[in-house]
């Protein structure tokens, strides 16, 4: 049985912990990413593209394509409520860390999830994929697929179509090597425990929130191992070693200001972290 091994960055606060303690992935909503593109390709305009630099038979079928607008106008809807589950294809990236692991602040989350899980209707999963990127990754698509088409059933390609319009961004976020679980909606999904294989501590965890997620992961009888980064032998690079770091800093104070940000984020329910 093969099984989608993937790393998710995530910084230590109350939505992280909830998580782990009740055993649930977060899929997160269009509107809740930090990419205003991400999710939100206008379809129309790639065919139009697509349109322009095609001629003869393809021509043909990209037009026919574009006078299907009621099922593309469904799929841009349905989009708005689909959820995605972003992950990352290393634990020791250290861009990924500073951006999405609270600088280095945070943990880094290892899963391995079954096929045969992500297959499963009753979880209400399109797949998983990784995300592509490209300056018009969509009108390429449409003008590698067009021939694929079948006019009096063309479900599969309209589900290809969403699956790529929800795994797509700009170019200028290829470093971050994006892999993505696609769900029907977005919100909780509860997941087998022995899904997460590791919990890693960021060069900076401090004791306070290596603790928390420690009790965290013995509240939900998790065995998933801890571990810590620490710099390798390379100028800037990373390494992942067993266990608690030993140098883990003291927690910092934060000033009157910083808590009650973060006591109006938890109160407004705005989990920008995912």
């Known amino acids: 049985m093969t099984s989608l091994v993937a790393f998710k960055?995530?910084?230590v606060n109350e939505f992280l912990i909830d998580s782990l303690r009740n055993n649930y992935i977060y899929f997160s909503n269009p509107k809740q990413l930090n990419d205003p593109f991400d999710c939100r390709v206008d379809i129309q305009a790639?065919?139009?593209?697509a349109l322009k630099v095609s001629d003869g038979e393809k021509a043909e079928i990209l037009t026919a394509i574009a006078s299907a607008r009621p099922l593309f106008d469904q799929i841009q809807a349905d989009m708005t409520h689909f959820g995605v589950f972003s992950l990352a294809k290393s634990p020791t990236n250290s861009v990924m860390w500073?951006?999405?692991?609270?600088?280095?602040?945070?943990?880094?989350?290892?899963?391995?999830?079954?096929?045969?899980?992500?297959?499963?209707?009753?979880n209400k999963l399109l797949g998983r994929a990784p995300v592509s990127y490209g300056d018009e990754p969509i009108t390429e698509w449409l003008l590698e697929n067009a021939e694929t088409v079948d006019f009096e059933d063309p479900r599969d390609f309209a589900i290809g179509l969403l699956k790529k319009v929800l795994t797509v961004k700009a170019s200028d976020w290829k470093y971050e090597i994006e892999y993505r679980l696609i769900r029907t909606e977005s919100g909780q999904l509860e997941i087998p425990a022995e899904y997460l294989t590791q919990v890693c501590?960021?060069?900076l965890t401090n004791k306070k929130d290596v603790a928390r997620v420690k009790d965290a992961l013995q509240y939900s009888k998790s065995g998933a191992s801890i571990a810590h980064i620490t710099r390798s032998k390379l100028n800037f690079g990373l390494?992942?070693?067993?266990?608690?770091n030993p140098d883990a800093p003291e927690p910092e104070k934060i000033g009157c200001i910083e808590w009650l940000q973060e006591k109006w984020r938890s109160r407004k329910g705005r989990p920008t972290y995912h």
């Open 201 to 203: 501590c960021g060069l």
């Open 239 to 244: 390494e992942i070693k067993p266990g608690v």
């Open 46 to 49: 790639a065919l139009q593209a």
């Open 9 to 11: 960055y995530r910084k």
């Open 98 to 122: 500073s951006h999405y692991g609270n600088e280095h602040r945070g943990i880094c989350l290892a899963y391995s999830i079954p096929d045969d899980f992500i297959n499963d209707p009753l």
